[in-house]
């Protein structure tokens, strides 16, 4: 079992930027590979962004490539979400997950784990 809590979410002018984290604990957190899903009103959640358990390789949604970069520490059970040149589109709640295998991240519905979810809102 592991449990995720985001922050670093907020309000933001376009252009912007902000870093999420997810803070994990329970299992080790090495075990997991770790992705960040987002969900705007009346749309469905979406895949951004994934990093595998080692973090030495990461996948990304076109709509971020170039703006999103992942990472993570595992000594300190973390993972974060830096977020640049922020657009109002990329405005949602943001939910990091965690899967127990290294592969097909952008399916959701293979992650086992859900954070709470953080509100991230760009203004334009």
């Known amino acids: 079992q592991v449990q995720l809590v985001e922050s670093g979410g907020g309000l933001v002018q376009a252009g912007g930027s902000l870093r999420l984290s997810c803070a994990a604990s329970g299992r080790s957190f090495s075990s997991y590979a770790v992705g960040w899903f987002r969900q705007a009103p009346g749309k469905e959640r979406e895949f951004v962004v994934a990093i595998n358990k080692s973090g030495d390789s990461t996948y990304y949604a076109d709509s971020v490539k170039g703006r999103f970069t992942i990472s993570r520490d595992n000594a300190k059970n973390t993972v974060y979400l830096q977020m640049t040149s922020l657009k109002p589109e990329d405005t949602a709640v943001y939910y990091c997950?965690?899967?127990?295998?290294?592969?097909?991240?952008?399916?959701?519905?293979?992650?086992?784990?859900w954070g709470q979810g953080t509100q991230v809102t760009v203004s334009s």
């Open positions: 997950a965690a899967k127990s295998f290294n592969n097909n991240y952008a399916r959701r519905e293979l992650y086992g784990y």
